[in-house]
């Protein structure tokens, strides 16, 4: 081939880039080989690569294209950067940052997806491949889908340990690799018709090797579909129907983790149905969405949360409720140590129904809203004007617990 490319060129007055031609010879192990340092376009020696950026995707020996997601992933970083430089989130509602990253920063990420995103942990995830964490982890562990989840965390104002499970929930957004599928499977069909009608496009010779050899991206694909197939009444003939599919899938992943996690046992109350929650679209201050969203989530001060922690977490003493309880360890210790011993635990219910450290505040409460709270507190977050009176609450029970803590330190 390089031989019919250089007569080419010989017979069309044209002439070869050499600074842009480089030779790689794919294998599973990665390396150059000996059999890549030999090719020459008509006296010139070929050089070796180990990468090589095609059409603005990485190409590795290996084939391999996590490299790929990692340069995508750099360049949507400094998208995201710069919407954080220019925004002052302050005075922006939340549902309208999430447009934003979706007129954005997706466009940046979704770039030849059609290639990489049969690569991507969600898609191994789909058919078990490999699978050595929760399948939750497991996505969240994507370069690009660990970017959606910082815009998110930042968007909600919660540090970038909150639990995945309930930015996901709370925001009612899917995994990038859900919203791009539809246009890999609308890619495949596009393949599939140019080889039902015999063209002689490269890309469809392309598509028959990987279909005859059963390699990875049609294997992947293929599997993906037959997977999500089994729970489904009717056969996946379209990829709008792959995609509702893929959603009804993570819907029933994310169901299923949430409640086995520990850490939200709190969340598991209040939280029944995957979908944005009306807090985020409320347009409320800063400060009280970001008291809210702490709260929903486990990601605050509170001693259940900060006692998971330190050299002492296995202990209940600091997760003890201070101001319920005596602040003298040692008291505590022999304490529970008695036999039917029930410490009361600084936990989200605590704090919001019986610490006496807050009961003037949850009077100021509207009379629906403490009734919701005490009776109904998933409600609290279906109405506005509950939710902006229960934020004003968490806002002012946040204020004041920073005050005790510090003076109790001093």
């Excluded at 400094?78 to 954005?104: E, N, P, Q």
């Excluded at 996505?139 to 989840?149: F, G, K, S, V, Y």
């Excluded at 815009?151 to 970038?160: E, G, L, R, Y």
């Excluded at 029933?252 to 996690?261: F, G, I």
Aim: aromatic share 10%; glycine share 4%.
């Amino acid at each position: 081939m390089l031989n019919v490319l250089h007569s080419y060129c010989l017979d069309w007055g044209l002439s070869v880039n050499d600074s842009k031609t480089a030779i790689m010879v794919f294998n599973t192990t990665g390396r150059l080989l000996k059999d890549s340092l030999h090719f020459t376009l008509g006296e010139s020696v070929i050089p070796t690569a180990r990468e090589y950026c095609y059409l603005g995707i990485k190409f590795t020996l290996s084939g391999s294209l996590k490299t790929a997601q990692s340069t995508l992933r750099q360049k949507a970083l400094r998208g995201y950067f710069a919407v954080k430089c220019m925004l002052d989130i302050r005075h922006i509602r939340k549902s309208i940052l999430f447009k934003i990253f979706d007129s954005l920063i997706q466009p940046i990420v979704a770039y030849a997806c059609q290639v990489w995103l049969p690569s991507t942990n969600l898609f191994k995830t789909l058919t078990d491949e490999g699978r050595k964490n929760t399948r939750l982890q497991s996505i969240a562990l994507d370069p690009l889908e660990n970017l959606h989840l910082s815009f998110m965390k930042w968007t909600m104002n919660v540090h970038k340990y909150t639990s995945n499970a309930a930015v996901w929930g709370d925001c009612g957004r899917y995994p990038l690799g859900v919203v791009l599928s539809k246009m890999v499977f609308n890619y495949k069909e596009r393949l599939q018709e140019m080889d039902c009608e015999g063209s002689d496009a490269l890309v469809r010779h392309a598509y028959c090797e990987q279909k005859q050899l059963n390699l990875t991206w049609y294997r992947v694909l293929t599997d993906v579909k037959n997977r999500l197939e089994t729970g489904e009444t009717r056969p996946l003939n379209w990829s709008s129907q792959i995609r509702s599919a893929m959603k009804r899938w993570f819907e029933k992943t994310w169901n299923t983790e949430r409640l086995s996690n520990r850490k939200l046992q709190f969340y598991n109350t209040i939280k029944h149905e995957f979908k944005e929650e009306l807090y985020l679209r409320l347009g409320l201050d800063n400060s009280v969405s970001k008291r809210i969203a702490q709260l929903r989530s486990s990601s605050h001060t509170l001693n259940v949360e900060a006692g998971r922690y330190g050299a002492n977490r296995l202990s209940q003493i600091n997760r003890v409720c201070k101001h319920c309880c005596t602040e003298d360890e040692a008291t505590l210790e022999l304490l529970l140590e008695l036999p039917l011993s029930d410490p009361i635990i600084e936990d989200e219910k605590h704090v919001l129904l019986t610490c006496p450290l807050y009961t003037d505040l949850r009077h100021q409460l509207l009379p629906t809203t403490r009734e919701l709270l005490e009776r109904d507190i998933v409600a609290i977050f279906d109405n506005s004007v509950t939710i902006r009176d229960f934020g004003n609450f968490a806002s002012k029970r946040f204020e004041r617990r920073s005050l005790t803590v510090t003076h109790v330190q001093s």
